[in-house]
């Protein structure tokens, strides 16, 4: 088909019927005969989804201006102040109970059962005044118990202090030492262990019988003739007393003649000796002979038992009366009296208790005050259990009982004032720190993984109840003023801005105040040192970005001080009255500018 063909075709396919041809016309004139023959073209994909992504792009960063813009606005809201002068002062915070300075509590030792009750609770009572009366005769057997107890206790006192007293064996009379048990130094000896048996043997004692038929002619202090046929000895003895007994001896009725023989060395124990007395020169011999026994003889025995620490015993050894053989440890005999004394102590103030609670039937007051608490009753049977049934507190005297944590207690000393409120904070009485503990104690209820929380007691006295309305068990809050220092410089403590190189405070311009020197607060470069030549001086704040400065103001480095809840005391860099940027905001940065 030519290409003449091929156009005649294409306008006999499009050329409309007379009739649409008609309407097309009136609707639409056609500028060619080609108008109606051409094709829109289609938007390629790739450039509709750019087209999105950068509408996307533009609301998000218009939406992202607006709110950057209207947060920074509202973080940086500027807010001036000035440098005065003033106190510095804290407040230490807390809550604590009213209690009496001056309460009594009565049952807690007394015996017997309740028969009258004569208070309630929130009386008013005066000294003197009854409270309740109690019988005590069902208890009289557990006293009788108590003083058999405190008889056997004050036994074994006496027992423990005599055993004490016996630590050191002596000789009890003037006389040699036979018999002698070997002891050492550091040997343990028990008690009624045997030392030794002690003799006086300067004098020998004989018994020579005598025929009734010389009673009238033997008399005390005459001579006795002495024969001791194994010592090949005679002495003379002295007629040291008479007994008139009556012994049968060979058909014969006799008396006895006591004799003392002196001892010259040579005689002993248990030697046969015979004697007789010569009288108006006639010899009167005796019925039979006797044996020598010594002038004293006396086992000696350990009274107390023990370690000996010293000894002095030797066979046939000469002692003085009185002089110490051996000598054992008093440390647990001691211990032994002192436990004794304890237990009669105890024994003893048990029996005067119960004698009292006999004696007191009838319980009073010993104070003024208000009966605070009441928890007996007609047929109750007390038993001094240690629990009080009865208490009065002195309300004309109050204090409050607190715990003062041990971050505050540096804060607190004695004589600050205090205010103590109650009531739900709408009443409120002065007082005065009067006493704090020393000491701090620990609670452990602050949780497993908490630690414990350490507190120091403290007690504050109350100036005065207006309306009487404090009672003891009241709980309150308090406040406590704590001045740190008098007429210093200050500024709000959210104005000082800490940075890398320093403190700074933001100074307004134009205020006559121009004249101090600009902190340099950019950032140094890395690796360089703000000390070196050239640097900026080490008072001057660094590593602030200067767009963090406010505007209208500029940065001076300043030496801040003390502090406490909403100032900081300024040392140097600033005078009174300058007016300062006091707005606390936080940057992307990291840095915080303004305040703790």
């Known amino acids: 088909m030519s290409e003449n063909t091929a156009l005649k075709t294409a306008e006999v396919q499009t050329a409309p019927s007379p009739s649409s041809a008609a309407e097309t016309s009136a609707a639409q004139p056609v500028r060619n005969k080609y108008a109606t023959s051409k094709k829109h073209r289609k938007m390629p994909r790739w450039l509709k989804i750019a087209i999105a992504v950068l509408l996307i792009g533009a609301l998000c960063a218009t939406v992202y201006y607006f709110v ?14 000035m440098v005065s002068r003033g106190t510095l002062a804290s407040q230490v915070t ?5 209690v009496a300075k001056q309460t009594a509590e009565y049952g807690a030792k007394s015996r017997g059962t309740v028969t009258e009750v004569a208070v309630q609770a929130g009386d008013i009572v005066k000294a003197g005044d009854l409270l309740f009366v109690i019988d005590p005769t069902e208890y009289k057997q557990e006293l009788e118990d108590a003083e058999k107890a405190m008889r056997a206790a004050a036994d074994a006192v006496t027992k423990a202090s005599k055993a004490l007293s016996n630590t050191s064996l002596t000789a009890p009379f003037a006389g040699k030492l036979i018999e002698c048990e070997e002891v050492l130094v550091g040997q343990d000896v028990s008690a009624g262990q045997k030392i030794g048996t002690l003799i006086d043997d300067s004098v020998m004692k004989l018994e020579l019988y005598f025929s009734y038929a010389y009673e009238n002619s033997i008399y005390a202090g005459q001579s006795v003739t002495v024969s001791v046929p194994d010592s090949m000895v005679q002495v003379t003895g002295t007629v040291a007393s008479v007994d008139k007994i009556k012994k049968p001896i060979d058909g014969a009725v006799c008396f006895r003649v006591n004799v003392n023989v ?44 023990g370690t000996l620490q010293y000894t002095d015993i030797m066979e046939y050894g000469e002692y003085r009366a009185g002089q110490t053989l051996c000598t054992v440890d008093a440390g647990s005999l001691q211990s032994e009296l002192e436990a004794a004394q304890k ?56 204090l409050v009982e607190a715990n003062i944590d041990e971050l505050d ?60 309305s404090l009672l003891p068990g009241i709980g309150v809050n308090y406040t406590i003023t704590s001045v740190i220092k008098e ?34 607060i950019s950032a140094p470069a890395e690796g360089e040192d703000a000390s070196a030549e050239g640097a900026p001086d080490a008072g001057a704040a660094q590593g602030s970005p200067q767009s963090q400065i406010p505007e209208g103001f500029y940065p001076v480095a300043v030496e801040i001080g003390l502090s406490d809840a909403n100032n900081t005391e300024i040392v140097s860099g600033l005078e009174e009255g300058t007016p300062i940027y006091v707005t606390t905001y936080t940057n992307n940065d990291g840095y915080y500018y303004g305040g703790y």
């Open 409 to 468: 207690i540096s804060s607190v000393q004695l004589g600050m004032p205090v205010m103590i409120s109650y009531n739900d904070g709408n009443s409120s009485v002065m007082g005065e720190v009067s006493y704090v503990s020393f000491e701090a104690k620990t609670d452990q209820s602050s949780g497993w993984n908490q630690g414990a929380v350490a507190y120091f007691p403290a007690r504050f006295s109350i100036s005065g109840d207006a309306d009487n």
């Open 487 to 520: 007429d210093c410089l200050v500024v709000p403590s959210k104005a000082v801005i800490f940075t890398e190189a320093g403190t700074v405070v933001y100074v307004k311009k134009g205020q006559g105040f121009d004249e101090y020197p600009v902190a340099d």
């Open 262 to 305: 002196p001892n010259g060395g040579t005689l002993t124990a248990d030697q046969a000796a015979a004697g007789y007395i010569t009288a108006n020169g006639t010899e009167m011999m005796p019925a039979s002979g006797g044996k020598l026994e010594y002038n004293r003889k006396q086992d000696l025995t350990m009274a107390v038992g």
């Open 68 to 81: 950057n813009k209207f947060s920074s606005n509202a973080n940086s809201t500027i807010e001036e102040g």
């Open 94 to 98: 807390g809550w604590g109970n009213v």
């Open 343 to 398: 237990t009669y102590d105890e024994a003893a103030q048990k029996v005067s208790e119960l004698q009292a609670d006999m004696v007191n039937t009838e319980i009073r007051s010993e104070i003024s005050g208000v009966v605070s608490n009441l928890v007996v009753s007609v047929g109750d049977k007390l038993q001094a259990s240690g629990t009080p049934v009865v208490t009065v507190s002195d309300t004309s005297s109050l």
